[in-house]
């Protein structure tokens, strides 16, 4: 069974920085997009950024120069590097994987609230 544990949330002041981390385990073969995505109360999940098993990136327009997504193939984890964070970053935070595992699957973390205040 595949597993992503998320950590690094919490409260921030705008300006302020915070790095997320999701860690995948399980039976694994390989592991080919991660990403992270958002939710802020009463509206939809949105891409944040991913990140091939390549190293190439993504990043939605709203985040761009601010956040930097990385992986460590070693460690099956992937980052989330926060700078200048905003009011309007606050959101529960998703981590995402494709992962094959016997078949090939997205799999989601359990989300991490980051709070930023103003």
């Known amino acids: 069974q595949v597993q992503l544990v998320e950590s690094g949330g919490g409260l921030v002041q705008a300006g302020g920085s915070l790095r997320l981390s999701c860690a995948v385990s399980g039976r694994i073969f390989s592991i080919r997009t991660m990403g992270w995505y958002r939710q802020a109360p009463g509206k939809q999940r949105d891409l944040v950024a991913t990140i091939t098993s390549g190293g190439s990136t993504n990043y939605a327009d709203s985040v761009k120069g601010r956040f930097t997504i990385s992986r460590d193939n070693t460690k099956n984890t992937v980052y989330l590097q926060m700078n200048s964070l905003k009011a309007e970053d606050t959101a529960v935070y998703y981590c995402?994987?494709?992962?094959?595992?016997?078949?090939?699957?997205?799999?989601w973390g359990q989300g991490t609230q980051v709070t930023v205040s103003s």
């Open positions: 995402k994987a494709v992962v094959l595992a016997g078949t090939l699957d997205a799999y």
